[in-house]
């Protein structure tokens, strides 16, 4: 790829994190693919189904979960191809080289199975990749985040969790499964008390340890938010939910008993409504527009989308200087929908940020501000000189 050239000297720090080279087989559009960056923000443009999203697609599996398009596996393989995808990525960490490599298990026919290689070795569980990198994105899909229901809002503040908390993703894997298992017994009447009593106490304990990191997250997300850039909407984020409101009243160890006590209690009422009535499953991520006091459901949809970027760049704010982990920016098709003053600071907001951050756009001059601050690369070229 060819970096554009500074045009005046670049006057702030770099991020001393990133990703380095990239790689892709037979993932989505790119058959064999190659390219390599530096740490500075990348900004990918190219027509209508050059291939944009699905690179940051690829980059959105370097976390654990399915990716930024919550694709099934299978359907990220290079349609017509016969091999399993994989990605690879060399990252940097303050001079030190990490190599990241994930995709659809070759030695097994589960086709929704991935494997993960660190630095060679192959991780136990996906969820190990919250150690290394953190990603956070905002997608033309996140317009929805506030309308639809509170899944996608636990999910969005959940991997910007695993930037602080890396157990965050094993427990709450552990956390859903056990809620399946438990729901399973009550569904087919195996009352063993024993065995529920074994499973409410994984949901107690790991239920817990999730709304305290959440609820940590977000108080520090506030604090970010309310020194946000003027740029920005104000927007006001509280966590809600029946744990939470235990939580704000009682010490951690009360409501371990409230809860345990809770869930054996409601296990009639658990099976007859077929679901858990208590627990991070439940929580939702409330946000409001404080200028005038509402709900950011009942917002205009500009309003919403001022808001969503608000949050996501206080998140990449906080990430960026908190976390241990590797974080990466991803903004799909962002730009195009500001008017000149938001879109210029943004780009501020992106250039002090101490992390790599990628962008989308089809037309490259409404990047022009970043020009010799960013890397270009145009889609279309960097496919036909980087196929193998
Ligand atoms: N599994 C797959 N196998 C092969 N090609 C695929 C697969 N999934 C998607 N594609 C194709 O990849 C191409 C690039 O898609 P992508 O979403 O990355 O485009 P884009 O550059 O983001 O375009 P836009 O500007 O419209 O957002 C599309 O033509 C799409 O049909
Ligand atoms: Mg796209």
Redesign the pocket.
């Known amino acids: 790829m060819e970096a554009t050239q500074f045009k005046v000297p670049y006057k702030l720090e770099q991020p001393t994190r990133g990703v380095e080279r990239l790689s892709l087989s037979y993932f989505?559009?790119y058959e064999i693919f190659s390219v390599s960056f530096d740490l500075r923000p990348v900004i990918?443009t190219?027509?209508?189904?050059?291939?944009?999203?699905?690179?940051l697609?690829a980059l959105s599996f370097l976390i654990p979960g399915r990716g930024m398009r919550r694709a099934r596996l299978s359907?990220?393989?290079?349609?017509?191809?016969q091999h399993p995808w994989s990605i690879s990525a060399l990252l940097q960490d303050q001079g030190e080289k990490i190599q990241i490599g994930t995709g659809l298990d070759p030695e097994t026919s589960d086709s929704e199975r991935r494997v993960t290689k660190i630095n060679g070795e192959k991780a136990k569980s996906q969820s190990d990749l919250a150690e290394w990198v953190s990603v956070i994105w905002l997608t033309p899909q996140m317009d929805r985040l506030f309308l639809d229901g509170p899944q996608g809002r636990r999910r969005f503040l959940d991997r910007l969790v695993y930037g602080f908390d890396p157990g965050h993703a094993q427990r709450l894997n552990r956390y859903e499964q056990v809620l399946k298992e438990r729901g399973l017994l009550l569904r087919q009447g195996r009352l063993d008390r024993y065995w529920l009593e074994g499973l409410e106490e994984t949901l107690v304990n790991d239920g817990i340890a999730i709304t305290v990191a959440r609820r940590e997250v977000v108080g520090q997300l506030s604090n970010v938010l309310k020194n946000q850039s003027k740029a920005f909407p104000q927007a006001e984020i509280s966590l809600e939910g029946d744990l939470e409101n235990l939580l704000r009243e009682r010490p951690v160890l009360e409501v371990e008993d409230e809860m345990r006590c809770l869930l054996a209690e409601n296990r009639d009422e658990d099976r007859l409504m077929g679901r858990t009535s208590l627990g991070p499953h439940r929580s939702d991520l409330v946000t409001v527009y404080p200028e005038k006091n509402q709900l950011a459901a009942l917002c205009s949809t500009g309003e919403q989308k001022a808001l969503l970027l608000s949050i996501v760049m206080a998140s990449a704010q906080l990430l960026s200087v908190r976390t241990g982990a590797i974080p990466l920016l991803l903004l799909?098709?962002v730009i195009a929908h500001l008017d000149d003053v938001r879109r210029t600071a943004l780009f501020d907001a992106i250039l002090q940020l101490k992390m790599q951050t990628w962008l989308?756009g089809?037309d490259a001059s409404l990047f022009e501000e970043l020009q010799g601050n960013a890397q270009f690369l145009s889609?279309k070229e960097a496919r036909l000189v980087s196929k193998t």
Request: charge should be negative.
């Open positions: 989505r559009c990918l190219g027509p209508n189904g050059a291939g944009k999203t699905n690179l697609e359907e990220v393989k290079q349609q017509d191809s799909d098709e989308t089809t889609l």
